[in-house]
């Protein structure tokens, strides 16, 4: 960030462990106004006295000018100062209680925050830094303010994960890969605006649970990642003579990790991580299966491998289950599914999701009409069920009560055009704007609904 062109926002940070340091030192140089309290009096006097309890690069220094110039100030959890501010970070501990999140200390801190919003003569924004579970921001942290007998016109609520790296946490800070703001109103959304005005990276507005979520995403994606490239060094050491990072190089330069050309859907940012029924065709679950076996023979556990292949069966009647809930039941009704390669521009179908969605539809009692530019001859090779393939996919479409997308071709693009009445469109891998519609129209992703 440049200097503060924004505006000057009073903040109050409950928490002042690693994550609520570092964020207050570095929105009190950002130009802001920040008080920082916490619990443990040990780590307020120190700090007052301008010693951090962790180590950080550059805090102890930065600190300093802060404390020096009155941009920032600590103190023990006090009500009338944080009635002041106009937005409040809970930044406490979320630790684990035999494996579940304990959520007791963001509990008492909303209850604080409840009693400033309550006292105060202005409305504020309160935002959970901490990570947190979806559901507990709107649920468990309004709920408790609320309870304090605050007006709900009187706060904001809102959540703005923390992706920082303790060893780099104030460089993070000053250049974050991309800021989250979660918000269940205008009020927490503007103050989160204003407090990140000067930071030009990408901003996502989103609501809360989504803001949750996205943290435990990140950490599970960067989990699963790592897990990969030990589980793959494991195999490189039994066999000997491969160093793993040359390996890891090797796959890195694959541009499918960082966007890609988009031949696995048709999606704008996410295009090749976009969520499906799964993947198929005749090498990732070939692949990671023989990769798990040979690893096997080597005495290793391959958990990881399992845990892949295992998620990736479930995942076509996960994705069917997850689209049709809360629909009429399927029995009876009349299904066309769109696209049976595993992929578009193929008609390889080994091992396509297809089959698992048109058995899970069977199994429902659904009658299954299929169409795929190239794939059904192969289709009907792999498949012994009583499919009955179209050829005009487009003439048919009217005499069905739901239509599936399987595999995103091109060609399926339209097929939103084409739909009226109360038909249902399930896209599992979202070929489809939902936007543009006709009313009436169910549309179902997986977590999404129209
Ligand atoms: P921490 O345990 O170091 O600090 C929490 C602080 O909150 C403690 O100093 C505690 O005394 C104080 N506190 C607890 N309840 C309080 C209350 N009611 N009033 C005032 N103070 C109170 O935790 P941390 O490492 O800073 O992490 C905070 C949150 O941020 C966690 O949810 C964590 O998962 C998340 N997070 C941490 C990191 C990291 O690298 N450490 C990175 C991203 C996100």
């Keep these: 960030p440049e200097g503060n062109g924004g505006l000057r926002v009073k903040v109050a940070i409950i928490g002042t462990g690693y994550v609520g340091l570092v964020t207050g030192v570095g929105l009190a140089s950002v130009g802001h106004s920040v008080t920082c309290l916490d619990m443990r009096e040990s780590v307020v006097e120190s700090l007052t006295a301008g010693i951090p309890p962790i180590f950080e690069q550059g805090l102890e220094e930065l600190l300093a000018q802060l404390l020096e110039s009155g941009s920032i100030s600590f103190s023990l959890p006090d009500v009338d100062r944080l009635a002041e501010a106009d937005i409040i970070m809970i930044a406490v501990g979320t630790p684990s209680r035999d494996g579940d999140i304990d959520l007791s200390q963001i509990r008492s801190a909303a209850e604080l925050a409840g009693r400033a919003v309550a006292a105060a003569d202005h409305p504020i924004a309160v935002v959970v830094k901490s990570t947190v579970v979806p559901g507990t921001t709107k649920g468990l942290v309004l709920d408790t303010i609320a309870a304090s007998g605050a007006d709900r016109e009187s ?9 920082l790296r303790e060893g780099s946490a104030l460089v993070d800070f000053n250049s974050p890969d991309r800021i ?8 927490a959304r503007d103050r989160l605006r204003e407090l ?23 950490n599970l994606y960067l989990a699963l990642q790592i897990s990969a490239a030990n589980e793959i060094a494991n195999v490189a050491a039994r066999v000997g003579g491969i160093d793993p990072l040359d390996v890891v190089e090797g796959v890195l330069s694959d541009h499918r990790w960082s966007g890609g050309d988009g031949v696995a859907g048709a999606h704008p940012i996410a295009k090749y991580l976009i969520p499906g029924p799964g993947f198929g065709g005749s090498c990732f679950p070939k692949d990671v299966e023989a990769f798990r076996e040979f690893g096997l023979t080597l005495e290793l556990p391959m958990q990881m491998s399992s845990a892949i292949l295992e998620v990736n069966g479930a995942q076509p009647g996960f994705s069917l289950d997850s689209m049709t809930e809360g629909l009429p039941p399927l029995d009876g009704k009349r299904v066309l599914v769109l696209g049976l390669s595993f992929k578009p521009q193929t008609d390889d179908v080994r091992e396509t999701p297809a089959l698992g969605m048109i058995r899970a539809l069977r199994a429902a009692g659904a009658t299954t009409l299929a169409h795929d ?28 009560d739901a239509v599936l997308v399987v595999t995103p071709w091109a060609d399926y693009r339209g097929i939103g055009d084409l739909l009226s009445g109360d038909q249902v469109l399930l896209d599992p891998r979202r070929s489809v704007d939902p936007a543009g519609l006709a009313a009436g129209v169910v549309y179902r992703s997986i977590g999404v609904k129209k």
């Design 373 to 400: 530019p190239l794939a059904m001859d192969a289709y009907a090779r792999i498949d012994g069920g009583e499919v009955e393939f179209v050829v005009d996919w487009r003439a048919t479409v009217a005499t069905v």
């Design 196 to 218: 990140y005005a000067d930071f030009s990276c990408p901003k996502l507005e989103v609501n809360t649970q989504t803001a949750e979520l996205t943290k435990y995403a990140n």
């Design 155 to 163: 706060f904001g609520i809102g959540m703005n994960p923390e992706f």
């Design 180 to 187: 989250v703001i979660g918000f269940e109103d205008d009020l």
